[in-house]
């Protein structure tokens, strides 16, 4: 679908918006017409005949030769073993905008106070010509249940355009990259505020999990690791881990809460005022190849580490250096494995 036909279809979006308050409905009422090669106008066309309602998506592939644009707070409820590919190049196979509901309909109605909206199931491949996921303007939205799968750039974004956005509920949300070439990627980024973030896996995108400059955002037993997608040249890197950081933080007051940085170049990278790091583990497989490791990376702010487990690596071989930042820091009920007595094990607990 070409730009003059997104344009179109995002007009006759907003005036069923407008005049149909709920609608539900399933793509398979919607077939692909004559002509069409992929099933991006059949999925946008069945989108926007679901104004605030939900669209289910029963199981098979879909290719997607366009973005699906969501701007009429339709929700996606997707059976396990749906499948959006890419076909084409684009910036994102799925794109959600909730803004229209502020900007669109009058404070009374009761659609700008929906706090249900949205997007669970189902498998979002970029393969590799495109991200898979860009979530923006919402002010309470909820995602569970999701593969995001060799994202171009982004796995999932939230408010990657920036303003207000806030509180986004996530729950078992599996980004993976299989492909080569998509290296320097971000499986989740987030930035809006508030969020809940909780029991989310990355595997194998550069930077796993990246807060942005947005505050007060938790994450819990979130994990991150990498090393799968083979090295673009015999005897490099694995491809995903040159310049790896599993979690980069810049949002003011973020807590991470039981997770696990698993074989990244950097573990926790902080630039964040008032970060916690509560019981977060660090460890990485050697198989992998990773020969200089950074635990934990602080350049701004005030730092708490606390009743974590950080994992050396067997081989001496290994330079590992557990703290390199600007000091702001308090350390306490740490354990170590596999640390020698002359190594720095700050805040380390005695038995």
């Not at 979002?124 to 898979?132: E, F, M, Q, Y």
């Not at 996530?170 to 971000?186: I, S």
């Not at 990498?226 to 040249?233: E, I, K, L, S």
């Not at 690596?313 to 590992?320: A, E, G, I, L, Y």
Request: net charge neutral; proline share 4%; hydrophobic share 35%.
């Amino acid at each position: 679908m070409n730009a003059s036909l997104r344009n179109v279809g995002a007009a006759v979006c907003a005036v069923c918006f407008v005049h149909h308050a709920f609608a539900d409905g399933s793509l398979d009422a919607f077939p692909r017409l004559e002509g069409e090669t992929d099933d991006a106008p059949r999925f946008q066309r069945a989108v926007e005949a679901t104004p605030s309602g939900v669209l289910s998506v029963p199981a098979g592939l879909y290719t997607i030769g366009s973005p699906i644009v969501v701007t009429n707070l339709c929700s996606l409820s997707m059976n396990k073993s749906a499948k959006l590919r890419a076909v084409a190049e684009m910036d994102f196979v799925l794109r959600v905008d909730t803004s229209l509901a502020r900007t669109k309909l009058p404070r009374t109605d009761e659609r700008t106070h929906d706090m249900s909206r949205f997007v669970v199931g189902g498998v979002v491949d970029g393969n590799g010509l495109a991200g898979c996921m860009s979530l923006d303007g919402f002010g309470h939205f909820t995602l569970r249940d999701t593969c995001f799968m060799n994202g171009r750039g982004y796995g999932l974004a939230l408010n990657l355009r920036g303003g207000n956005c806030n509180e986004a509920v996530a729950n078992n949300l599996y980004f993976k990259c299989t492909k080569r070439g998509l290296a320097g990627n971000v499986g989740l980024y987030i930035g809006s505020t508030d969020g809940h973030f909780t029991d989310c896996i990355v595997v194998d995108y550069t930077v796993g999990i990246h807060v942005g400059k947005a505050g007060s955002n938790r994450l819990t037993r979130c994990h991150v690791w990498g090393g799968q997608v083979p090295p673009p040249r015999p005897g490099e890197l694995r491809e995903m881990l040159n310049g790896s950081i599993c979690f980069k933080v810049e949002g003011t007051s973020t807590t991470l809460r039981d997770c696990y940085a698993d074989t990244g170049e950097v573990g926790y990278d902080i630039a964040a005022h008032d970060t916690r790091l509560l019981g977060c583990t660090y460890l990485t497989n050697e198989k992998y190849g990773l020969r200089d490791i950074t635990v934990v990376r602080h350049s701004l702010g005030r730092l708490v580490v606390s009743e974590g487990h950080f994992i050396r690596p067997k081989s001496p071989d290994v330079n590992v250096k557990v703290y390199e930042g600007c000091g702001k820091v308090v350390w306490s009920n740490m354990m170590y494995s596999g640390f020698g007595s002359g190594e720095d094990t700050p805040g380390a607990a005695k038995f």
